[in-house]
């Protein structure tokens, strides 16, 4: 409990000194390693606040549950560029790190944050494909921690042709991911409804993509929709970067 309240001390003292000129704004996260108790810093407070369970932007595909708006323009938003498979390239919130220091894996969620200041401390890691398919492969995990892994691994295999046009085929495992990670997502949402159709992009499934892109979604999701649905319509596979 004591570890929530203070995350949510910490991102209510950024939003409101966001608001004020020249305020300062920590640039780091400062968390404990759960297994060797080393302080590791995460990312910038913008991927911090992005992935809090209450704060969505537009372009990001939760875990579960639904999203809420960002405005378009404000500070918080118009800095951060999105790529269409739901990455921003200004840092993202990995629910699963790993230790630069005993190099073991843990869940976000169960580090303590202990500081807001970059006092040298070594940077979080990201794990690797590997070792995301290999949680998969391991425990049963509920629906929202499987969503996330999923999600993770989506990502680290576009980071392969992330900057680069002219993707090859993904591997098998990957195909797998992304096909589960479809099924799980529910299209009757619409934001779940648009990644099911980028994942069936970049999948070669044009015609898919198509069929699920001719919902009629809500302001705010018009511009993502349209865009993955002129790429599919070039029959272009990339991920692409959105702003």
């Known amino acids: 409990m004591k570890k929530y309240f203070t995350l949510t001390v910490v991102l209510a003292a950024v939003l409101a000194l966001g608001l004020t000129a020249n305020a300062y704004i920590p640039a780091f996260f400062v968390y404990e390693c759960p297994h060797c108790k080393t302080h590791v810093i ?4 913008a991927s911090e606040f992005r992935g809090s369970s209450s704060v969505y932007s537009p372009y990001i595909l939760p875990c579960s549950g639904q999203i809420t708006t960002i405005k378009s323009g404000s ?7 999105y790529y269409t498979d739901g990455k921003s390239g200004s840092g993202n919130p990995r629910w699963i790190a790993k230790c630069p220091v005993c190099k073991k894996l843990f869940w976000m969620e ?11 401390q070594k940077k979080i890691l990201g794990p690797s ?35 680069s046009q002219g993707k ?23 934001i779940e409804r648009i990644f099911k159709a980028e994942i069936a992009r970049e999948l070669g499934e044009f015609d898919k993509c198509l ?18 649905r002129k790429r599919a319509l070039e029959g272009d596979r990339d991920v692409w970067p959105l702003m």
């Not at 995460?42 to 407070?45: F, S, V």
């Not at 500070?75 to 560029?81: D, Q």
């Open 42 to 45: 995460k990312g910038d407070w």
């Open 110 to 120: 169960y580090a303590e944050l202990v500081g807001t200041r970059d006092k040298g």
């Open 211 to 228: 069929q699920l892109l001719t919902h009629s979604f809500e302001k705010r999701l018009q511009y993502l929709a349209s865009f993955i």
């Open 75 to 81: 500070h918080l938003m118009h800095k951060w560029s």
């Open 129 to 163: 494909e590997k070792e995301l398919f290999a949680i998969l492969s391991g425990k049963p995990l509920d629906k929202e921690k499987e969503l996330c892994v999923r999600r993770q691994a989506w990502w680290t295999a576009n980071d392969a042709w992330r900057h």
């Open 168 to 190: 090859t085929n993904f591997s098998e495992a990957q195909v797998i991911n992304l096909q589960t990670l479809s099924e799980m997502l529910d299209e009757s949402q619409e």
